[in-house]
T-cell receptor, first 115, second 117 residues
Framework: ETGVTQTPRHLVMGMTNKKSLKCEQH?????MYWYKQSAKKPLELMFV???????ENNSVPSRFSPECPNSSHLFLHLHTLQPEDSALYLC??????????????FGPGTRLTVT | AQSVTQLGSHVSVSEGALVLLRCNYS??????LFWYVQYPNQGLQLLLK??????LVKGINGFEAEFKKSETSFHLTKPSAHMSDAAEYFC???????????????FGTGTRLLVSP
């Protein structure tokens, strides 16, 4: 595997379910990100981890819970979601969070549908 | 806070025609600027970036962009469109948190490029 991988690629869940999204990066990067991509809206940064420590949380509802057990893996735990949470969830990684020149590498995303 | 404006949610061109996707940014400091492309059912892929130095930046797949400070613009161009260029394109600017030094990307809303035969 190369780059950034995400599983599952598609997920349908009810509002009372609990599920998790997984992201893995094979690039040796130190920073990982979760984004939410909704139609006709800019990408929304949700969480950022640097060396497994959370450095940014953009006022995301508590029904989204991130976990970064090591610098290669990132999870997004979901529970009691709302229909408006349906979106494409993108994971990304970069060399570091402190250099503006470091580009971010994105995974293919998980298409989440909340019914 | 920085912001990015992409004029036109959709741009249609014929195969072989010039591609021009517009991006304007607001930034109080010299910006770092990026263009990403997203093909259907895929994540974002970096096309090119401007950090310092030459204002005309060349990227992958024949794309290039020119940083114009006076116009606060970073428009993306390609001389001749190909069917495979049909995708969504995102402009982004890097924003720094003054307290933590954390750098994050601020994205525009994207422009969908449609290429007709």
């Amino acid at each position: 595997e190369t780059g950034v991988t995400q599983t599952p690629r598609h997920l349908v869940m009810g509002m009372t379910n609990k599920k998790s999204l997984k992201c893995e990066q094979h690039l040796g990067h130190n920073a990982m990100y979760w984004y939410k991509q909704s139609a006709k809206k800019p990408l929304e940064l949700m969480f950022v981890y640097s060396l497994e420590e959370r450095v940014e949380n953009n006022s995301v509802p508590s029904r989204f819970s991130p976990e970064c057990p090591n610098s290669s893996h990132l999870f997004l735990h979901l529970h009691t979601l709302q229909p408006e949470d349906s979106a494409l969830y993108l994971c990304a990684s970069s060399q570091d969070t402190r250099a503006a020149t470091y580009e971010q590498y994105f995974g293919p995303g998980t298409r989440l549908t909340v019914t | 806070a920085q912001s990015v404006t992409q004029l036109g949610s959709h741009v249609s061109v014929s195969e072989g025609a010039l591609v021009l996707l517009r991006c304007n940014y607001s930034s109080s400091v010299p910006p770092y600027l990026f263009w990403y492309v997203q093909y259907p059912n895929q994540g974002l892929q970096l096309l090119l970036k401007y950090t310092t130095g030459a204002t005309l930046v060349k990227g992958i797949n024949g794309f290039e962009a020119e940083f114009k400070k006076s116009e606060t613009s970073f428009h993306l161009t390609k001389p001749s469109a190909h069917m495979s260029d049909a995708a969504e394109y995102f402009c982004a600017v890097s924003e720094s948190d003054m307290n933590t030094g954390f750098q994050k990307l601020v994205f525009g809303t994207g422009t969908r490029l449609l290429v007709s035969p």
